[in-house]
């Protein structure tokens, strides 16, 4: 079992940074791939970002891609999404998860957290 835990997220104005953790603990974090999701009110939850196990290989959204950044600190069993020039649209519960094998911007992930709010005041 991998237990994951969500922080970071608030209230910002437009165009302002966040970066959300997720702290990772049970089996070994640094054989898991890990993503990020999100779910704005009344949307179905989407992809955001995904990276491989030693963070050589990542996924972006095409809506974030050049603005959110994922990282992980595999010593510190912690992965990271760095949030810039937010959107009111980025609005929404982020959700981290984490898989066995590849990343993926599909749900397919075996473990997830309980979500994180982001919310983007115009």
């Known amino acids: 079992q991998v237990q994951l835990v969500e922080s970071g997220g608030g209230l910002v104005q437009a165009g302002g940074s966040l970066r959300l953790s997720c702290a990772a603990s049970g089996r070994t974090f640094s054989s898991y791939a890990m993503g990020w999701f999100r779910q704005a009110p009344g949307k179905e939850r989407e992809f955001v970002a995904a990276?491989?196990?030693?963070?050589?290989?990542?996924y972006y959204a095409g809506s974030v891609k050049g603005r959110f950044t994922i990282s992980r600190d595999n010593a510190k069993n912690t992965v990271y999404l760095q949030m810039n020039s937010l959107k009111p649209e980025d609005t929404a519960v982020y959700y981290c998860a984490a898989r066995a094998g590849i990343p993926t911007m599909t749900e397919t992930y075996d473990y997830w957290g309980q979500g994180t709010q982001v919310t983007v005041s115009s």
């Open positions: 990276i491989s196990w030693k963070g050589g290989v990542t």
